[in-house]
């Protein structure tokens, strides 16, 4: 079973940035698709950025401009810079990973544990 580490998250002043961190193990075989969501309390998890084949993007309206979704591909990081951040950001960010985690392509989809992000007016 692949497990993501995530780390970072925390709380920020309107307006300020934050980067977020999520690894997958180094021995994760290929991965194709790398993304961030958010839930904020009593709703559905909603897409904040995906980045797929480590080149192709996609943001809902609510991110574009002001979150960047990158990968480092020899750390198998993914990372979500949130720049301009505002309360309505606030909410729980979990990564998510999928792809193949051995040369047998057996697959996997891993999510990151959730970490918070309180964004203060």
């Known amino acids: 079973q692949v497990q993501l580490v995530v780390s970072g998250g925390g709380v920020v002043q309107a307006g300020g940035p934050l980067r977020l961190p999520c690894a997958a193990p180094g021995s994760t075989f290929r991965i194709n698709s790398m993304g961030w969501y958010r839930q904020f309390p009593g709703k559905q998890r909603e897409l904040v950025a995906t980045l797929t084949s480590g080149v192709s993007t996609n943001y809902p309206n609510s991110a574009k401009g002001r979150f960047t979704i990158s990968r480092d591909s020899a750390k198998n990081t993914v990372y979500l810079q949130m720049n301009r951040l505002q309360p309505e950001d606030t909410a729980v960010y979990y990564c998510?990973?999928?792809?193949?985690?051995?040369?047998?392509?057996?697959?996997?989809?891993?999510w990151g544990r959730g970490t918070q992000v309180t964004v203060s007016s």
């Open positions: 998510n990973v999928d792809g193949f985690w051995n040369k047998d392509y057996d697959p996997f989809d891993a």
